[in-house]
T-cell receptor
Framework: AQSVTQPDIHITVSEGASLELRCNYS??????LFWYVQSPGQGLQLLLK??????LVQGIKGFEAEFKRSQSSFNLRKPSVHWSDAAEYFC????????????FGAGTILRVKS | DAMVIQNPRYQVTQFGKPVTLSCSQT?????MYWYQQKSSQAPKLLFH???????NEADTPDNFQSRRPNTSFCFLDIRSPGLGDAAMYLC??????????FGDGTRLSIL
């Protein structure tokens, strides 16, 4: 069965510093991969997605992620973090089948210190 | 803007009293999903409608039901809420296997 691991429950970075959030997945075939962000009390907003093609994908708000098949990873990066990036980030994998059911990782809470 | 709208944002109900949560969308997506998200946890899929076809997850309790009267609306019914059902309930939509778009959720409290 597919699964997603986000090893870091909490991460704290200084404003202006670079960021990398880790995501590892387990899936038998080529997955659809997603990163979502959730601010407190809000729904999930899609940051970026990988379906196929170029393994480096660009998203909204200056985020990017790189799909590495050999490492089963899809890490999220941002070169310079802003205080407004403080939120919870979820990595998700979607199988290429009926209905695109998503399996989410446990999430990483990002804190930004000024 | 096209969007997914959930009403109400906050819902309080009594233990055992049926409650209905609402989701509407202007995206004209054919797939609609309901997720349960408990505090500090990832969203967990309860069920989804692919067009008119209902797909229940194997571990979704029978207490949870859903209705989709038309493309735009989907409802989550909890027949007899227990204390363990207090959570954020998220509605999402997609066009076939495309990315899912989420509403802001309904936070359900049980007294």
């Amino acid at each position: 069965a597919q699964s997603v691991t986000q090893p870091d429950i909490h991460i704290t970075v200084s404003e202006g510093a670079s960021l990398e959030l880790r995501c590892n997945y387990s899936y038998g075939a080529t997955p659809y991969l997603f990163w979502y962000v959730q601010s407190p009390g809000q729904g999930l907003q899609l940051l970026l997605k990988y379906f196929s093609g170029d393994t480096l994908v660009q998203g909204i708000k200056g985020f990017e992620a790189e799909f590495k098949r050999s490492q089963s990873s899809f890490n999220l990066r941002k070169p310079s973090v802003h205080w407004s990036d403080a939120a919870e980030y979820f990595c998700a994998v979607g199988p290429m089948e009926y209905g695109n059911k998503l399996v989410f990782g446990a999430g990483t809470i990002l804190r930004v210190k000024s | 803007d096209a969007m997914v709208i959930q009403n109400p944002r906050y819902q309080v109900t009594q233990f055992g009293k049926p409650v209905t949560l609402s989701c509407s969308q202007t995206l004209n997506h054919n797939v609609m999903y309901w997720y349960q998200q408990k505090s500090s946890q990832a969203p967990k899929l309860l069920f989804h409608y692919y067009d008119k076809d209902f797909n229940n997850e194997a571990d979704t309790p029978d207490n949870f039901q859903s209705r989709r009267p038309n493309t735009s609306f989907c409802f989550l019914d909890i027949r007899s809420p227990g204390l363990g059902d207090a959570a954020m309930y998220l509605c999402a939509t997609s066009r076939d296997q495309g990315p899912q778009h989420f509403g802001d959720g309904t936070r359900l409290s049980i007294l």
